[in-house]
């Protein structure tokens, strides 16, 4: 795809988004749509540091809860509006990152993943022991009727979402064709050979882990207005991060579309799930594509595409 | 400042509960630390080591430590057979880390949920005369279900630490994770040692997982408290390292027994992480082990 076509499909996605918006009346389109756009965000946002640099990151609940919880904070001392939220709990969800990246990414990834999976339980044990956000009791966010745009709020934050996914999946387009892509893309596929070229390595990987943590954080700060009650199990929610990695995985990792892709199919197949089956069926089904995908199709779906299309010629 | 004896008594509860934790580790400091295989899911299998338990416990009345020795031989089975799975989708293709992390994530969360789906969420509890009873040694009181585990566990770390050194298949497997290339020369197939080290891994959860349920009820979900726990206890033990993995989890046992003594429990899951994050950026190599 060129890229004037790229921008001008993703301008026309939110407009057509906007309009459809406005065409709906039934909150429910809201409710699925939002869900849909927040894990296309983590999914790219996964995807920056896990796809292209191949760093698995097992926190995403962490990042995204964090970002939530900020938000649940300062909406209790200042209320301010949510744009403001979103900037405060992507800036801590990206320092988080960036503290963590420099503490472990000196070492093999798997060390790194393993971090990750602890700083999500350690987190939660924060926010647990934070009585000022609720505590292990949780919260309760008086969601406005209205959002500032006309519409209810839930219109508002689908808008909200709308804009940040496109805007997400634009720049990991574009981290994926810069320098810092290609350079991330040699971390992944031999990291000493990479140093041993001049690839700041390190230096790349730390930003890699910072940009994705700021969008997941990003991703969580409407989350409370979204529920309207938020409590750690809920926030911390293994699910987040199963499907996190789930999603690119199955879309695809080494592309920006691969996460989109993914995050399509498995939201679709899980509210299908939902309503036929039970909700602890929907997330075997998740474990189960996954684990599926990547020993059979470790490329994921795009990777099958790009298969049969080589196949034909 | 608190009682004497109720420090003494937070001490030595975090002795016995860091033995238990040794139990949890050591199938990751085989899988890990020995075979490079970043097992996520290990704990998994200690949670369903504990469910089979409480399977042959409630239905034929089986002593617990019993049922989890008895489970070992089909864990080791299942073992082999998830090495083979592993080997022969990435390891052998030569994209382990990234994929192999996912896969054993993958493998973590459906056996949990499949353990919600075939036993229920509930909490399960094993019957024996032990538990319920203490040893009192003047002020200090000793839980036997928190004794009974933390001598099987000791036992079972000396029995593996004795065939690691002693037997041949042992010093292979010792071998091959040190040089798999030297292995090969000596007409040692490291495939072949792998797997029968990863179902020995998988045999010591069946046990853990006995011990596991003797200490508390059990849930599904409960293995994910593990997975940092144990890999603490391994990375900060020194990869690899036996008997440092067995002083980090007494380490770790003992902190966390005095923070949920004197502070409050709900931090105990975060303490791991604590050791877990300065080991990693300050002293990779753990506290008997070779630098990362």
Known sequence: ?313 | MPDPSAILNAVVAGVLLGGFYAAVALGIAIAFGMLDIPNLSHPAFVVMGAFATWVLNSTFGIDPVLSGLLMAGPFFVLGVLLYKLYHACFESRGEAPLQGLAFFFGILFITEVVLVLTAGADYRSVQADYIGVSLNIGSLTLPLRMVVPFVVSIGMLLGLQQFLTRSFTGRAILAVSQDKLALQLMGVSPTRIKALAFGISIATAAVAGSLLIIIQPVEPSIGRDFIGRAFAAVVLGGMGSFWGMLIASIILGITESIVSDMWNPSWAPAIAFGFLLPTLAFRSGGLLGRKL
Request: no cysteine.
């Open chain 1, 1 to 313: 795809m060129s890229n004037l076509r790229f921008w001008a499909s993703g301008l026309l996605l939110v407009l057509v988004g906007w309009l459809l918006g406005r065409l709906v009346s039934n909150e429910y389109a809201f409710f699925a749509g939002y869900s849909v756009l927040q894990y296309i965000l983590l999914a790219t946002a996964w995807n920056i540091l896990g796809g292209y640099a191949g760093y698995v990151n097992f926190g995403t609940a962490a990042f995204f809860a964090l970002g939530a919880y900020v938000s649940v904070a300062l909406n209790k001392l200042y209320a301010p509006p949510l744009p403001v939220l979103i900037v405060a709990g992507g800036v801590a969800s990206g320092l988080v990152g960036l503290l963590m990246g420099s503490l472990t990414l000196k070492l093999r990834g798997v060390f790194f993943s393993i971090a990750t999976l602890a700083l999500a339980i350690v987190s939660q044990a924060v926010i647990t022991n934070w009585e000022f956000v609720g505590g292990a009791s949780g919260a309760y966010v008086l969601r406005p009727r209205q959002g500032p745009l006309g519409g209810s709020y839930i219109e508002y934050l689908f808008y909200t979402m709308l804009v940040m996914a496109v805007a997400a999946v634009a720049l990991a387009r574009t981290i994926e064709r810069s320098r810092f892509g290609y350079g991330l893309a040699a971390i992944r596929d031999d990291e000493a050979a990479a140093e041993a070229s001049g690839v700041p390595t390190l230096k790349l990987k730390l930003l890699a882990t910072v940009a994705s943590g700021t969008l997941m954080g990003m991703a969580g700060a409407p989350l409370p207005f979204y529920v309207a009650y938020l409590d750690p199990p809920s926030a911390f929610n293994l699910a987040y991060a199963v499907n996190t990695i789930a999603m690119p995985l199955v879309g695809g990792t080494g592309t920006w579309i691969g996460p989109v892709l993914g995050a399509i199919l498995l939201t679709v197949v899980q509210e299908t799930a939902m309503v036929t089956i039970s909700s602890a069926a929907n997330l075997l089904i998740v474990g189960l594509l996954m684990v599926g995908f990547i020993t059979l199709a470790p490329n994921g779906i795009v990777g099958m595409v790009r298969k049969i299309r080589e196949g034909r010629r």
